[in-house]
């Protein structure tokens, strides 16, 4: 789709120099832009950079007021974001048409809403809801009683199982299992065997959640697990059964997070980060790279970052590295 520059000017709420009939098709980055082409700059060596790319137009922060340039530049405060909103507007719809197709199953008592699609080998089982202008990729299977909100985007092969409720803008990638059961066991002292814990709950994803590919979320042992609204998963990431996930959450590939977790709001987990069973991350709190959280551990702190394992405040994760460096070298 075409947009001027002075029509995304518009739609962000920015303001806008030079020429605002420039016509744009896309997004790209400062090295691979053509002339149709939008780019952006988060400080001056960027916009230096961007100026004498190939871009028809660029997005740049107030730093960039008084530039001169001969390309229309659009002032935002946060030009990241200005730029990221902009590629959503510019980014090509793919076109779906809405209905059943002839090789997907339906369940006579499934809800199916209007504009909605279910592609090729998707199977959406008794009393499902499917919402309006929500797509069910190929080969997905919806169980019994699932309820997806509208405009969401199933991806192919996805596997929602019974008891799980899906808000509205919900996008699920490839891959991706919600609501198995938790992995819950009671030792017999007796025989030594391990018995399976119920595993009746449910899970609440909320709306405006991305859940990555092949990533897993349980559900409940006996109550309910939550992903809170805006919450960001990654690729690979496991959630166990109970945890209570708040809103605008960010949690990146390959974290486990045990069964009884709570995450609360606005909460930054890094790569590879291990959360045991019955912690709790407090508000606002980031986890580095591969962090280590124990059990029952409280972590708070809003905007303190936290690093290694046992997790520690970043200052005190460094201080006791260089105490340990000091100690080689008192060895030496």
């Known amino acids: 789709m075409q947009w001027t520059?002075?029509?995304?000017?518009?739609?962000?709420?920015?303001r806008l120099t030079g020429d605002r009939r420039v016509e744009l098709d896309g997004v790209a980055s400062i090295a691979a832009a053509s002339g149709r082409k939008l780019v952006f700059a988060d400080d001056e060596r960027q916009l230096?950079?961007?100026?004498?790319?190939?871009?028809?137009?660029?997005?740049a922060g107030v730093f960039?007021?008084?530039?001169?340039?001969?390309?229309?530049?659009?002032?935002?405060?946060?030009?990241?974001l200005a730029f990221a909103r902009a590629a959503e507007l510019m980014a090509e719809q793919e076109e779906r048409k809405p209905g059943i197709h002839s090789r997907a199953l339906v369940a006579a008592s499934a809800v199916i809403g209007s504009q909605a699609t279910i592609d090729a080998c998707a199977i959406v089982d008794e009393q499902a809801t499917i919402g309006e202008q929500t797509?069910?990729?190929?080969?997905?299977?919806?169980?019994?009683?699932?309820?997806?909100?509208?405009?969401c985007r199933i991806f192919p092969n996805v596997t929602i199982y019974p008891g799980t409720v899906v808000g509205k803008r919900v996008r699920i990638h490839s891959g991706a299992v919600l609501g198995?059961?938790?992995?819950?066991?009671?030792?017999?002292?007796?025989?030594?065997?391990?018995?399976?814990f119920p595993q009746i709950g449910s899970l609440e994803v909320g709306d405006d959640v991305e859940i990555g590919a092949n990533s897993t979320i349980d559900r409940g042992a006996l109550e309910s697990t939550l992903i809170g609204r805006g919450t960001k998963i990654d690729n690979l990431v496991h959630v166990g059964h109970n945890c209570r996930i708040g809103e605008n959450v960010i949690i990146a590939a390959q974290?486990?997070?045990s069964g009884s977790v709570v995450i609360?709001?606005?909460?930054?987990?890094?790569?590879?980060?291990?959360?045991?069973?019955?912690?709790?991350?407090?508000?606002?709190?980031?986890?580095?790279?591969?962090?280590?959280?124990?059990?029952?551990?409280?972590?708070?702190?809003?905007?303190?970052?936290f690093w290694g394992t046992p997790a520690r405040p970043l200052r005190k994760y460094l201080k006791s590295l260089a105490a340990l460096a000091s100690l080689g070298r008192d060895g030496d």
């Open 48 to 59: 230096k950079a961007a100026l004498e790319s190939a871009a028809g137009a660029l997005i």
């Open 255 to 257: 974290t486990g997070v």
């Open 64 to 80: 960039a007021e008084n530039a001169r340039s001969l390309k229309p530049l659009v002032v935002s405060a946060h030009p990241r």
């Open 135 to 151: 797509s069910v990729g190929a080969g997905s299977f919806i169980a019994k009683g699932v309820i997806i909100g509208a405009e």
């Open 264 to 305: 609360e709001d606005n909460v930054i987990v890094g790569g590879q980060v291990g959360i045991a069973d019955h912690a709790r991350i407090e508000k606002g709190v980031l986890l580095g790279a591969q962090c280590g959280v124990l059990p029952h551990k409280i972590v708070r702190g809003e905007g303190v970052a």
């Open 5 to 14: 520059v002075g029509e995304i000017a518009r739609a962000l709420g920015a």
């Open 180 to 196: 198995s059961d938790g992995f819950g066991y009671v030792r017999d002292p007796a025989t030594g065997r391990h018995v399976k």
